[in-house]
């Protein structure tokens, strides 16, 4: 099993980025999908989810009107739609799979991405 995440940078307070996760190995289209992020001295948390295959989403309530979760089942993959960036984003963000359906805590996922690291300068 394998989650592939991409797409993180160095962006501006104010700017977007859309971050990939690519996964192989597992029957993706039974997997509900997940997001979170850990900043340097913090914990892990959860940031949005998605199941399958309604595609029902959930979010933390500190990114809700800018970030935006989506998936494809069609190319394996989950995204993340970040939009007005603030300095507190900063952070490493991870791609998670879970045969439940998702949820916010991550004891729900089975399966891990690397992670991808998002900084936003202010």
């Known amino acids: 099993v394998q989650l592939q995440a991409s797409g993180g940078g160095l962006v501006q307070a104010g700017g977007s980025l859309r971050l990939s996760c690519v996964a192989s190995?597992?029957?993706?289209?039974?997997?509900?999908m997940g997001w979170f992020r850990q900043a340097p001295g913090k914990e892990r948390e959860f940031v949005a989810s998605i199941t399958s295959p309604s595609s029902t989403t959930n979010s933390a309530d500190f990114v809700k009107g800018r970030f935006t979760i989506s998936r494809d089942n069609a190319k394996n993959t989950v995204y993340l739609q970040m939009t007005s960036l603030k300095a507190e984003d900063t952070a490493i963000y991870y791609c998670?799979?879970?045969?439940?359906?998702?949820?916010?805590?991550?004891?729900?996922?089975?399966?891990w991405g690397q992670g991808t690291q998002v900084t936003v300068s202010s």
């Open positions: 190995g597992i029957p993706f289209s039974r997997f509900g």
């Open positions: 998670a799979a879970s045969r439940v359906g998702g949820g916010t805590r991550a004891v729900m996922y089975d399966y």
